[in-house]
């Protein structure tokens, strides 16, 4: 049995929704946490799907459809978040966690209620502490990334959209080839469609491109985990030892927490049983 109850606050990360966390919510649930799976603005219930990507796809529908995300803002993340944080702070210790582009909206809620969070986890996400995430995109811990493999998903363009479009539903079966090696090379074929048919086409150009940094003061003072996914093709794992290098030279009093599963970036996400371990761990040494 646990000492305290753990409230985790789960953040999914880009094109998602709070169904890739189904398994590890289940599976803290049954250890006796409480774990709530946000679906961030413009996602979930609240997605927006374009005239032209259902079957049969019109193309140049899908291209032109304007798209319900382009007015929604990292402020917007952090607000939805904020709200799940303080209410969950009423009945005992939060645990933010955060997956992939999750990483932003975790980093900017904790410069804004870093009293209600016991404990920051980044499970393969951004943690940009010196530049924006698109300067470390291009940095050459980046390069082996697998996701420029895959441009051929996206549709139409994103400026004149306000969203980045991507073509889940394309028949090519090179990209999609490419797409499994870039998020799921360690999982099977149906693990990938599956995961595939989860994914929503739109998300925030204002989110992705948004340029937030750590701050030492607010979310500097937040004990943290890093989960560094070490088959990540998506983001590699020198990518991740850059995020704990830099943040652990700006707050070394305050040093990340470090943990490693051997898994590309989603499967760790949709199996479950070592993140959930982890996670548990934690919790037990929260409070």
């Known amino acids: 049995m646990i000492d305290v109850t753990v409230t985790f606050v789960l953040v999914h990360g ?12 289940r599976e803290l649930a049954l250890l006796g946490h409480r774990a709530v799976a946000v679906d961030l603005p413009g996602h979930g219930v609240e997605a ?4 032209g990507y259902q079957a049969p796809q ?4 899908l291209a032109q459809s304007p798209s319900a995300m382009a007015s929604v803002t990292l402020a917007d993340n952090v607000e939805r978040v904020t709200g799940i944080v303080c209410r969950a702070a009423e009945h005992g210790p939060v645990v933010l966690v955060g997956h992939s582009l999750g990483g932003l909206t975790l980093s900017a809620v904790a410069a804004v209620v870093p009293e209600l969070i016991d404990r920051l986890v980044y499970v393969s996400a951004w943690c940009c502490v010196r530049m924006s995430a698109a300067e470390y995109s291009q940095s050459p811990e980046n ?3 697998k996701l420029g493999d895959t441009v051929g998903l996206l549709v139409g363009d994103p400026a004149q959209l306000g969203a980045l479009r991507l073509n889940w539903r394309t028949s090519d079966t090179a990209l999609l080839a490419a797409l499994k090696e870039a998020l799921l090379a ?3 074929d149906q693990e990938f469609l599956a995961h595939l048919n989860t994914l929503e086409p739109d998300e925030s150009l204002a989110v992705v491109s948004s340029d937030t940094q750590v701050d030492a003061a607010t979310w500097g003072r937040v004990p943290r985990s890093y989960v560094r996914l070490t088959g990540d093709r998506t983001m590699p794992v020198a990518l991740q030892d850059r995020f ?14 470090v943990h490693s599963i051997d898994s590309g970036h989603v499967r760790a996400l949709l199996r479950g049983p070592e993140l959930v371990e982890i996670l548990d761990g934690l919790a037990r040494r929260t409070g």
């Not at 880009?14 to 919510?25: C, L, M």
């Open 14 to 25: 880009q094109n998602s929704n709070a169904s890739i966390w189904s398994v590890v919510q």
């Open 48 to 51: 927006g799907f374009p005239a």
């Open 58 to 61: 019109d193309p140049a529908a």
């Open 143 to 145: 390069a082996e990334s």
């Open 186 to 188: 360690d999982g099977t």
């Open 244 to 257: 704990i290098k830099e943040a652990d030279a700006l707050t070394p009093d305050n040093p990340f927490d």
